[in-house]
């Protein structure tokens, strides 16, 4: 199994950035890929961004160019750069890593708030 625990959500100023830390454990070798989704109030979760294990990133249009995921495999860390932030970016964010068998993996979430 694979556990995932976030960190870095804040309440922030619309323009502002905020960098957003999942760090990983367990048996990592199965993870296929991982990514980060998010939730806001009255809405389903959404794909922001995922990160093949090979490097290939995707991203959803709604934030490209403003967020980068990146993987810090040394560390066992995933991370989402939020530059540039709107209020319409307030949700909680989950880690979420897929295994072998396409099987997902959650975080507990952690809060971004922008304000205007």
């Known amino acids: 199994q694979v556990q995932l625990v976030e960190s870095g959500g804040d309440l922030v100023q619309a323009g502002g950035s905020l960098k957003l830390s999942c760090s990983y454990s367990g048996n990592i070798a199965i993870i296929k890929s991982m990514g980060w989704y998010r939730q806001a109030p009255g809405k389903e979760r959404e794909l922001v961004a995922n990160i093949i294990t090979g490097g290939r990133t995707n991203y959803a249009d709604s934030v490209k160019g403003r967020f980068t995921i990146s993987r810090d495999n040394a560390k066992n860390t995933l991370y989402l750069q939020m530059d540039s932030l709107k209020p319409e970016d307030t949700a909680v964010y989950y880690c979420?890593?897929?295994?072998?068998?396409?099987?997902?993996?959650w975080g507990q979430g952690t809060q971004v708030t922008v304000s205007a």
């Open positions: 979420n890593a897929v295994n072998l068998w396409s099987s997902p993996t």
